[in-house]
């Protein structure tokens, strides 16, 4: 059974790696050859070389701030953008009210707030989770309420008629069609997640990869800056990966029950 398995990952991803692996010789020859101050951009080995001697530092301390922070952020923008989505779909008044305040929520830019949130929780973790919060909370909410509103409505008159109640309906109904729109959103908010707490841990945090990269940036250490953003995209991917294989392995188990 691994050897289909690994054959469809090769078949899916190896053209990829093939990509990957010619960009990261390209970009080594062109630093090695001086076409590029290494200042500016360092090669993936010197990269490499200041992750595996930081190791302790960006695996340790900084890394599982930043995961604090994500996750939550992440979590408080799922239970309130769920509740929301919900209560907005049930309530056409209360979808009315909240909706503008929603859209005008991501129309401030965060670098603006981020001050304004530290200025209110202070240099705690709370600040960087409002940030998080805040970014993760919009494709949540919006995903989750447009797939919400795509309940059958042949299938809604079939269960009126036979006697069900709107919870009925709403468990039934709603959320197993409402489930690929909120996987969606949280696809797009895990990865939200990680920019958001950079950005709050770069303009005010004492501790994450934001806060040591911009340390590694102010003293021109551009081998453990470029590595330290290296873990935040990696953190980035193996969370969207974790989230894709949620959704597929809940979806799955749905198709079968059907």
Partial sequence: ????????????????????????????????????PAFILPAPTSIGGAF??????????????????????????????????????????????????????????????SP???????????????????????????????????????????LLTMGATRWDIFRKIQIPIALPSFFSGLKLAIVYCVVGATIGEWLGGNEGLGYYSRRMSSSLNADSMFAAVSLLSLIGIVLFAAIVLLEKTILKKRGKKK
């Fill in 1 to 36: 059974m691994r050897k289909p398995l690994f054959k469809k990952w090769l078949n899916d991803y190896g053209l990829f790696i093939l990509l990957l692996a010619c960009l990261l010789m390209a970009w080594e020859w062109v630093v090695r050859l001086g076409w590029v």
């Fill in 52 to 113: 595996i001697g930081d190791s302790q530092l960006l695996l340790g301390r900084h890394m599982l701030a930043t995961l604090r922070e994500v996750a939550l952020g992440f979590l408080l923008s799922v239970l309130i953008g769920i509740a929301l989505a919900a209560g907005m779909q049930t309530s056409r008044t209360l979808e009315k009210a909240m909706y503008p305040f929603i859209v005008i929520s991501q129309t401030i830019p965060l670098i603006a707030l």
């Fill in 116 to 158: 304004i949130f530290i200025m209110w929780f202070g240099y705690t973790i709370w600040s960087k989770v409002a940030v998080v919060f805040l970014t993760a909370f919009f494709p949540i909410v919006v995903s989750t309420y447009d797939g919400l509103r795509k309940g059958d409505r042949e299938y809604r008159e079939l």
